[in-house]
């Protein structure tokens, strides 16, 4: 499991990549990463390399976007595999965050 945050050079643009596991074990460095970048930015979560989540990764995705700013919140949630795609329309994530 492994969790990388790349900031744009414009410093607007937060890309937070997860590889493997999306579970309770990565919560301090998943909150780290999105506290340490403020908020007013654009985030974009990489699932590229996600092979799973539990239910502890949806609940973290929710006080994610409480944190930096709700339903005002830019949020993109990209590169899903079709399981984990199948997961946010049945949670109806895909109706809070922007899944592709």
Do not use: P, W
Not at 50 to 76: N, P, Q, R, W
């Amino acid at each position: 499991m492994s969790l990388r945050k790349h900031t744009s050079g414009d410093n607007k643009t937060v890309t937070i990549s997860i590889d493997g596991m999306f579970d309770l074990s990565l919560q301090g460095d998943f909150r780290k990463a999105y506290e340490e970048s403020g908020k007013g930015k654009r985030y974009v979560i990489d699932l590229r390399g996600t092979e799973y989540m539990d239910s502890s990764a949806f609940g973290m995705l929710l006080v994610f976007k409480d944190y930096v700013g709700g339903d005002k919140a830019e949020i993109s949630i990209v590169n899903t595999s079709d399981d984990l795609r199948k997961s946010f329309s049945m949670l109806q994530f895909d109706r809070m965050f922007d899944v592709s």
